[in-house]
């Protein structure tokens, strides 16, 4: 069983068959086909309110080019300093942000906190021309340690965004995840919220190559498209992000998928846990970060379960991440395995 990532998953059946039905004909390039016509609509309903919908085919681009929307080429994104755009994104935000600066602040459990983000901007002193002056905030839903963000703290940051005239970004590669652990509506935690722009995933739950870009402020449409023009993610056979999108979408295959994910990780904390393994959070989404001995680690290994160590949160660390197919049953059975 391979837990290094949710990346080395192979495409769910109904994603796949959606592509090979495209595969039966020709259809015009660049987004002018029926499939992608249809994903404003079919994402407009999912989250209650009028949207647009920019696919492209990885999550870095979904974040760095939804961004570029929010932030001026002297401006600056608050984030925390754990974040995916801070730590593994390279300079993408300054690349397609034409300069712009990355500001991190600190939290527990990788989350921004209202109070704390509220403080960092009234502390800030404007110098001119030459400071750096936020414009934008940015939170990962679900978080580098795999913990979510409630209802009740996205609308508090969402509040602190509009007190200070701040655009408000949130970086959804396991937005499924965090909603079906919230149990709420995708709509609460987004646009309600105060959210601008969601990068909503879909490569890690199942798809084969596409996230989307969710534009809640409708009027940054021609400004993304034009960023993702200028950056080389225009598919000319467009169709093919646009059919994954809708299968992803259809009956909650989204949210089914991420269900099936979370559960596997907890039942992995259970598993692990009981033959001497310590989670260090307890699992919100489909990610679990464990300590445990080396001795341990190895038989885990031994018994040809992937995981990947995580030293940033530990030297006796490691991450587990679950996906849509992850096999429940024999996760399990792994105490058995190792007891054998």
């Given at each position: ?276 393994a310590k989670a260090a959070f307890a699992p919100q989404g489909n990610e679990l970060f464990i300590h445990m001995k080396d001795?341990?680690a190895q038989s885990l290994r031994d018994v040809g379960i992937v995981f990947r160590p995580w030293a940033s949160i530990g ?26």
């Amino acid at each position: 069983m391979n837990f290094s990532s949710d990346n080395v998953t192979p495409i769910c059946p109904e994603i796949l068959n959606a592509i090979a039905v495209e595969s039966d004909h020709a259809a015009l390039p660049y987004g002018a086909d029926d499939k992608s016509r249809q994903l404003d609509a079919a994402f407009s309903e999912l989250f209650g309110t009028d949207v647009c919908v920019v696919p492209v085919a990885t999550g870095t681009a979904a974040n760095l080019i939804g961004l570029s929307g929010l932030v001026s080429p002297f401006g600056g994104v608050v984030c925390h300093h754990r974040a995916h755009i801070n730590m593994t994104e390279s300079t993408g935000v300054a690349f397609y942000g034409g300069g712009a600066k990355l500001l991190g602040i600190d939290g527990p459990s990788a989350k921004i906190e209202a109070d704390t983000l509220d403080a960092f901007l009234r502390a800030h002193s404007p110098n001119g021309m030459h400071s750096v002056d936020p414009e934008c905030v940015a939170i990962t839903q679900t978080t580098e340690l795999g913990t979510v963000y409630n209802v009740d703290e996205v609308q508090a940051i969402g509040k602190t965004c509009q007190k200070h005239g701040m655009r408000l970004f949130m970086d959804g590669a396991r937005f499924a995840n965090a909603v079906a652990t919230l149990d709420c509506h995708p709509a609460d935690i987004t646009w309600k919220a105060g959210v601008d722009v969601l990068s909503f995933g879909a490569t890690k739950n199942g798809a084969l190559a596409v996230d989307a870009i969710v534009l809640f402020d409708r009027e940054l449409r021609r400004h993304t498209e034009k960023s993702r023009k200028r950056g080389g993610h225009l598919f000319s056979k467009h169709r093919y992000l646009a059919a994954q999108l809708l299968a992803y979408l259809k009956d909650d295959l989204w949210l089914r998928n991420a269900r099936h994910a979370n559960d596997a990780a907890i039942a992995l904390q259970h598993a692990l846990e009981s033959i001497g393994a310590k989670a260090a959070f307890a699992p919100q989404g489909n990610e679990l970060f464990i300590h445990m001995k080396d001795e341990l680690a190895q038989s885990l290994r031994d018994v040809g379960i992937v995981f990947r160590p995580w030293a940033s949160i530990g030297p006796d660390a490691y991450r587990f991440v679950c996906a849509w197919n992850s096999p429940i049953d024999l996760i399990r059975d792994i105490p058995k395995s190792i007891n054998s």
